[in-house]
């Protein structure tokens, strides 16, 4: 949704949410949530200029993020001499992630009936887009 429609994402329930992730699943706190909202304003960023681009393009750039995001704790991990897993694990979970965008987007296009915004479409606070 970030992506897609970037005024239903609120920063702030994002970054409560990832430090949440990072407290439940035992992560360095702070880190893949730093990592990841940097990945997520990043995106909101270029919201407009991927706009009128094709789904694999939207795919590659989410794509390439996560990687970035899972490349980057891992190396800080490293760098600091944390204990941290093995990167055949961060490849896999970059991998199921990678492979489950599709279906995430499927699921707010068709389920939540969020689609991309169009040109000259306003947005959710009046703005146009």
């Not at 970059?94 to 389920?111: E, H, Q």
């Amino acid at each position: 949704m970030g992506l897609r429609r970037p005024e239903y994402t609120p920063i702030m329930l994002c970054a409560a949410l990832l430090l949440l992730c990072d407290l439940l699943l035992g992560r360095a706190p702070g880190l893949y949530s730093a990592l990841a909202l940097m990945a997520l304003l990043n995106l909101r960023s270029r919201a407009n200029q991927l706009r009128g681009m094709p789904f694999g393009v939207e795919w590659i750039t989410v794509s390439a993020a996560l990687g970035f995001v899972l490349l980057g704790q891992w190396l800080i991990l490293g760098l600091t001499l944390v204990d941290q897993p093995s990167i055949s694990l961060v490849l896999i979970q970059l991998v199921a992630s990678v492979a489950l965008y599709p279906l995430t987007a499927l699921t707010t296009r068709y389920v939540f009936g969020l689609r991309p915004i169009g040109l000259g479409e306003v947005n959710a606070l009046g703005q146009r887009q």
